[in-house]
């Protein structure tokens, strides 16, 4: 959980903080939703699902990982899922699931992502 102003302040102050935590598929869904303040609720929620996402993975910030080895994605009904890449592929491989689940929810002042992992009995690893 985050809170939305704290995404929007960093991204005043700090106009490169948008390029190096999200990729440019994150960067173009969040500045396509139109003001900077609904902006500002989709760039929170998916740095707060990135972070969900690499406590699932069990390493939290450590171990070479990069705030794009995450990336949130959407399909066509605007349902998220996430991407797992380089060293967070490896790490997500490693740990024997086979699915990631995220789920995302926003209000003007707070965002809160979600990610399980499942694995299937029977599936390889």
Not at 79 to 102: C, D, K, M, N, Q
């Amino acid at each position: 959980m985050i809170e939305v102003g704290r995404v929007r302040d960093v991204m005043a102050r700090t106009p490169r903080f948008a390029v190096r935590v999200f990729t440019e598929r994150e960067r173009e869904y969040c500045g396509g939703r139109g003001s900077s303040a609904v902006a500002a609720q989709h760039y929170a929620a998916r740095f707060a699902a990135k972070e969900a996402a690499l406590k699932a993975l069990g390493t939290g910030w450590s171990g070479g990982l990069s705030w794009q080895d995450v990336e949130i994605t959407h399909d066509d009904a605007g349902a998220p899922s996430i991407l797992f890449h380089r060293r967070a592929l490896e790490l997500f491989r490693a740990s024997g699931a086979t699915r990631a689940h995220v789920s995302l929810s926003h209000t003007s002042e707070h965002a809160v992502a979600q990610v399980v992992l499942e694995r299937r009995d029977g599936e390889p690893s």
